[in-house]
């Protein structure tokens, strides 16, 4: 055994409980509003900050030092910190696309389905998407919204072949497994002559949607309907699947459906978690992330439903290819990418 390889793995692990604990602190610092007080301020003491925010010095003490550790804020010392203008853009900046507090809300409220997660590892049993806690609903919905508001009509309904000119004159789109709406939102906002309805089976997430589209004054403009992936109704110019094919049960059944709903000359536009075909391309930190995510969201979704293919959410483009085109589709590319996601166009 070479002890000082051991060793390095060991400071690997620690490190790695500090992220874990750490992940837990950046939720606290979003939800009371920590950051954003901090934001712009320079070097402050806890009990500065504490005043500003309504809360106890003593646990903004404490959250500071395990905030300074982490290298998320700097130590200025005589007891101040400051927030650096690097890091208050994705901690608290929602129209970033480098925001990522998002991310750490899904993560928190995914490891609370740890203990169940356990206990289908041995039965083989699914766990549904509605099941896990909140934070995991809410916060899947605020990672990928600042990549949607920042990419979906600037760059990637662009890419796709003759999409932007039908739906700027007037076209009729599918947002399917929309969740609590945001890229259904976007959609409408941006595209005001087209008629837009967002999909999905959770009831919950469709009562948000139609709450966040009257919060937003798009009521008129946009319709949320409950209906699963494999049987909503109606015939559209484009159909979208915003990161959610491969948490389905039967994404090839899903993408047969979408193509029966499609109009002549249609389009289906998949938007998946970015992943190389070869898991050795996925080994880095947004593959750990995904994998991760996959084990304790994606793949017990998958699992809970009719067919339970569980592609996960590193798939890759092959395997996704593979998908579609056995659902009846004679073209896929690739149309755009960021560092979290790939676009992908297909035709029947």
């Known amino acids: 055994m070479d002890e000082t390889l051991m060793m390095e793995f060991v400071g690997q692990a620690v490190a790695d409980v500090g992220a874990l604990l750490g992940g837990a602190m950046v939720v606290l610092g979003d939800k009371l509003g920590l950051y954003r007080a901090m934001a712009g301020t320079g070097p402050i003491t806890s009990a500065e900050l504490a005043a500003r925010t309504g809360t106890a010095e003593r646990y903004v003490r404490e959250w500071l030092g395990a905030q300074a550790a982490r290298g998320y804020v700097t130590y200025h010392g005589g007891g101040r910190f400051a927030l650096p203008d690097e890091h208050a853009v994705p901690l608290t900046d929602e129209t970033s696309p480098a925001c990522v507090i998002g991310a750490f809300e899904i993560a928190l409220g995914s490891v609370y389905a740890t203990d169940k997660i356990a206990e289908l590892f041995r039965s083989g049993d699914g766990f549904a998407w509605g099941a896990h806690d909140e934070h995991v609903l809410h916060g899947c919905e605020r990672f990928f919204r600042p990549g949607y508001l920042n990419n979906l009509a600037g760059a990637w309904i662009p890419a796709l072949d003759g999409v932007e000119d039908k739906l700027a004159a007037g076209a009729r789109v599918a947002d399917v497994g929309c969740g609590h709406g945001a890229s259904t939102l976007l959609l409408a906002d941006a595209y005001p002559a087209s008629a837009i309805t967002g999909f999905d089976a959770h009831h919950g997430s469709i009562e948000a949607a139609r709450k966040r589209a009257t919060d937003a004054g798009l009521a008129e403009r946009v319709r949320f309907e409950v209906a699963p992936a494999t049987t909503f109704s109606g015939t559209y110019d484009l159909v979208c699947f915003f990161d959610c094919l491969h948490d389905m049960g039967d994404p090839a059944g899903a993408c047969a459906h979408a193509r029966d709903r499609l109009a002549p000359g249609g389009t289906l536009m998949l938007i998946e978690p970015f992943a190389d075909d070869d898991i050795s391309g996925n080994l880095n930190p947004v593959g750990a992330a995904y994998y991760g995510f996959s084990t304790l969201l994606c793949t017990p979704s998958s699992l809970s439903q009719d067919i339970g293919t569980a ?28 560092p979290f996601n790939i676009v992908l166009e297909a035709r029947a």
Do not use: P
């Open 311 to 338: 592609l996960g959410a590193q798939a890759g483009e092959a395997r996704l290819r593979e998908i579609v085109t056995s659902a009846g589709f004679t073209t896929l590319r690739r149309v755009a990418e960021t």
